[in-house]
């Protein structure tokens, strides 16, 4: 069973600094898991590392689609399965960095199948979603599928979509489908290091974040995409955190600090369910902000043994 080294947490907590430092000394390569990262003109928003950052350590899976492509948690799997072979052979354990949980989730545990969606359910509830919004959404799956409704957030419209047309298509429900596979296979041998801040110093940190992101550029690089056709009503990438705010900012809509607010707002609350959700695993090595760098190493030294 190959290896691999999980780096994952809060956003805004020093995970790609963290990743950088630890591919360093073990002489190994990062792979990219936060679902931003994949596509190309979305840096600020996404916080990428920097030029200096990519220097520094060799990444993958960054900047490989356009905002128009979907890059799946399922194809994410496919693609790091490869690149974790190749360095496992070369004898590097690769480092996974991102806070996105269920692309990590599926590389540590697979996927469960579901039958592809007819067009004509997929039309339906794109149809709905634009007429009535998200929240609209979310009622409908509370009547189906309570235990999704009650897991998902309200505006996490990509997911409320995908969980409706599954019921649509095949009368049983993605909670249905989660307990019959229960993620029990592990695909890889793995040690998962999570960032953590408490709240009160984590929300500062991200209202930091925010306001330097709009100091680099970030209303210039909405507007770049929304020049290109890339929108948060055709583009899934674009409902991304900070998207669609400002794209409500620029058509006028919002003031500016409207959409400051927001982006703040929503980020905290990522952030939160970020911190819920990993409290929730068993196996989950906590690194403080204080030495995490030492208290790390400690911990892949014992994993690598």
């Given at each position: 069973?190959?290896k691999?080294?999980?780096?994952?947490?809060?956003?805004?907590?020093?995970?790609?600094?963290?990743?950088?430092?630890?591919a360093?000394?073990?002489?190994?390569?990062?792979?990219?898991?936060?679902?931003?990262?994949f596509?190309?003109?979305?840096?600020?928003?996404?916080?990428?590392?920097?030029?200096k950052?990519?220097?520094a350590?060799?990444?993958?899976?960054?900047?490989?689609?356009?905002?128009?492509?979907?890059?799946?948690?399922?194809?994410?799997?496919?693609?790091a399965?490869?690149l974790?072979?190749?360095?496992?052979?070369?004898?590097?354990?690769?480092?996974?960095?991102?806070?996105?949980q269920?692309?990590?989730?599926?590389?540590?545990?697979?996927?469960?199948?579901?039958?592809?969606?007819?067009?004509?359910?997929?039309?339906?509830?794109?149809?709905?979603?634009?007429e009535?919004?998200?929240?609209?959404?979310?009622k409908?799956?509370?009547?189906?599928?309570?235990?999704?409704a009650?897991?998902?957030?309200?505006?996490?419209?990509?997911?409320?979509?995908?969980?409706?047309?599954?019921?649509?298509?095949t009368g049983?429900?993605?909670?249905?489908?989660?307990?019959?596979?229960?993620?029990?296979?592990?695909?890889?041998?793995?040690?998962?290091?999570?960032?953590?801040?408490?709240?009160?110093?984590l929300?500062?940190?991200?209202?930091?974040?925010v306001?330097?992101?709009?100091?680099?550029?970030?209303?210039?690089?909405?507007?770049?995409?929304?020049?290109?056709?890339?929108t948060?009503q055709?583009?899934?990438?674009?409902?991304?955190?900070?998207?669609?705010?400002?794209?409500?900012?620029?058509?006028?809509?919002?003031?500016?600090?409207?959409?400051?607010?927001?982006?703040?707002?929503h980020?905290?609350?990522?952030?939160?369910?970020?911190?819920?959700?990993?409290?929730?695993?068993?196996?989950?090595?906590?690194?403080?902000?204080?030495?995490?760098?030492?208290?790390?190493?400690?911990?892949?030294?014992?994993?690598?043994?």
């Open positions: 069973m190959n691999v080294i999980i780096i994952t947490g809060q956003t805004a907590t020093g995970k790609t600094g963290l990743a950088i430092d630890l360093k000394k073990y002489n190994t390569e990062i792979i990219n898991a936060d679902a931003v990262i596509y190309k003109y979305m840096d600020i928003g996404g916080a990428k590392p920097s030029k950052e990519l220097a350590a060799k990444h993958h899976l960054i900047n490989i689609k356009e905002p128009s492509e979907e890059f799946t948690a399922y194809d994410f799997m496919k693609e399965d490869k974790i072979k190749e360095l496992n052979d070369k004898g590097k354990v690769p480092i996974i960095v991102g806070g996105s269920l692309y990590i989730k599926a590389l540590l545990h697979g996927f469960f199948e579901i039958p592809n969606t007819p067009k004509e359910i997929k039309d339906k509830w794109v149809s709905l979603l634009k009535h919004g998200s929240h609209y959404l979310h409908e799956l509370e009547k189906v599928d309570p235990e999704s009650k897991r998902l957030h309200p505006n996490d419209s990509q997911r409320l979509e995908r969980a409706l047309e599954v019921f649509d298509t049983k429900t993605i909670t249905e489908y989660q307990k019959e596979h229960q993620f029990k296979d592990l695909r890889h041998e793995y040690i998962k290091l999570a960032t953590f801040y408490e709240r009160e110093e929300y500062s940190r991200i209202n930091m974040r306001d330097i992101m709009m100091e680099q550029g970030l209303e210039a690089e909405v507007k770049n995409l929304l020049d290109m056709g890339y948060p055709n583009t899934k990438i674009m409902k991304a955190i900070a998207y669609p705010e400002l794209t409500n900012y620029i058509n006028g809509d919002w003031s500016l600090e409207e959409a400051i607010i927001k982006i703040k707002q980020t905290r609350n990522f952030a939160k369910r970020q911190t819920t959700g990993l409290k929730s695993e068993k196996e989950v090595h906590w690194l403080t902000k204080e030495n995490n760098f030492n208290e790390a190493v400690k911990i892949v030294d014992d994993f690598l043994k």
